[in-house]
């Protein structure tokens, strides 16, 4: 079967959303063999987290929780069989919200930070550059990391470290931004007051920022009222050149910190209830940078649909991209499963194109085809871009379990080897609110590295 898939040059799909038939082009150049595979560790399988891989020169950095749950780093040298390993003194209960990240200065240190839903800031760095066996934790600033959450690391315009967090909790947060100085070593507060601010009533949950192809740093968001994931309101957009001074999309500075009240930041004011959900908004740009955000929410009916909003002339517009005629109703709070709707990332195709695929609890799965011009549905043809195909090993569990899946982290550094991609991949449960599992409980999961490189 794989080799006729490899054969095909055309493949009909038919889009249940709107019973458009459009013909797609698959290029089969993309099909990865597996080089190299190592065994870091056993891993929790009961529930899901995120882990994270990190390649650097001639270092790789992976990070993880080992059966024990103990949060744990590993590194080797690229081209070397010998993994170091640390151990730090963090320890995950349940909690799917508890990913870890981390990144690499200028000065090739290594930042690591995880484990934290509503807790105290948990960040490690090392003393000595590419050595993890001197991770040490430290504080930041030492004000406002005593609830934190969603920790993320970036690089400004200057290739300058930022680091920003949620402070609070689900429904009441702030986002805070800290800036890092290689000479000093230390941490200061990027901006003197939150981007974003729930002004103890509400929270902000962003995408983002993220650099666009203007070379601006773009964020998309939607507020939230209680820890109950229904209650998600008001889609908004806000730009920034420098993550300093930010702007709305007609250019218009704005005081810090953004807030609900500052109507100009909205572009789509869908009510609590309404039917987004937060990280179903998804940022892309068209041919003009324009960006283009896609999302889902509840027609004026109560139906669940896909939209695609652009800044036009002076004001968002909004489109409606399916016509299905059933209601998602969803709420909860914890980490969420499937709630009945789900859409990717969309991508940019040849032509003036835009695609995006979608999961409907009644409808199952399907894809969308959209011209970037109108941002409405099509029926021409179009050639979808290279994607990864792994090799059919990689795609079966090895944990004999009912409900078991494959989780994989891509890596998040630079590989200096043409034509290698190295992903990391375990096994685990899918969510559970958060909350403890009952016995009996699938066995640990082995957590591999695969080298893959191009089968031509």
């Not at 805070?176 to 974003?196: E, F, G, H, M, V």
């Not at 730009?239 to 001074?245: A, Y």
């Not at 937060?278 to 283009?292: A, M």
Request: glycine share 8%; with cysteine; proline share 5%.
């Amino acid at each position: 079967m794989l080799s006729l898939l490899q054969k095909a040059l055309v493949i009909l799909i038919i889009v249940c959303a709107h019973q458009i038939s459009f013909c797609v082009e698959f290029d089969k150049s993309l099909m990865y063999k597996i080089e190299q595979t190592w065994e870091i560790s056993k891993v929790p399988s009961g529930f899901p987290v995120d882990f994270c891989l990190l390649t650097s020169g001639s270092r790789q950095y992976v990070a993880y929780y080992d059966q024990d749950r103990r949060m744990t780093v590993a590194s080797r040298s690229v081209g070397s069989d010998t993994w170091q390993y640390k151990i730090l003194d963090s320890k995950i209960g349940w909690d799917s919200h508890n990913y870890i990240t981390m990144t690499l200065d200028r000065d090739g240190h290594l930042h690591v930070s995880g484990n934290m839903h509503c807790v105290k800031l948990i960040y490690f760095r090392t003393e000595t550059a590419g050595d993890i066996a001197t991770l040490k934790r430290y504080p930041m600033t030492g004000k406002l990391e005593d609830r934190v959450t969603y920790p993320q690391f970036l690089k400004d315009t200057n290739e300058d470290l930022i680091f920003n967090y949620r402070n609070g909790s689900s429904g009441r947060g702030m986002r805070i931004y800290n800036k890092y100085d290689c000479a000093t070593r230390t941490w200061s507060r990027l901006l003197d007051q939150p981007l974003l601010d729930g002004q103890g009533k509400r929270n902000a949950y962003p995408m983002g920022p993220l650099r666009g192809p203007d070379g601006r740093f773009h964020m998309v968001w939607v507020w939230r009222d209680t820890p109950d994931c229904a209650t998600n309101h008001h889609l908004s957009y806000a730009r920034s050149s420098d993550l300093l001074i930010w702007e709305t999309a007609t250019s218009e500075k704005i005081k810090l910190p953004m807030t609900l009240d500052n109507t100009a930041l909205c572009v789509d004011p869908i009510p609590p209830r309404g039917g987004i959900i937060n990280g179903c908004q998804k940022l892309i740009f068209d041919s003009d940078d324009q960006p283009v955000i896609m999302y889902h929410k509840s027609d004026s009916d109560g139906n669940m649909q896909i939209y695609a909003a652009r800044f036009e002339g002076k004001t968002w517009k909004v489109y409606q991209l399916t016509d299905w005629d059933k209601p998602v109703l969803f709420s909860g709070g914890g980490s969420m499963g499937f709630i009945g709707i789900s859409i990717s990332k969309p991508v940019k195709l040849d032509g003036g194109m835009f695609t995006l695929t979608h999961r409907h609890r009644d409808y199952g799965s399907g894809r969308l085809v959209i011209d970037e011009k109108t941002l409405k549905p099509t029926d021409r043809t179009v050639t979808l871009p290279q994607t990864h195909r792994y090799p059919a090993e990689m795609n079966k569990p090895q944990i004999d379990f009912e409900g078991i899946g494959i989780r994989r982290a891509t890596d998040i550094g630079t590989v200096d080897e043409a034509g290698v991609r190295y992903i990391l991949q375990w096994e685990t449960l899918g969510r559970n609110f958060d909350r403890p599992r009952k016995s009996p409980l699938p066995e640990p999961s082995t957590l591999r590295l695969y080298k893959l490189s191009r089968d031509n």
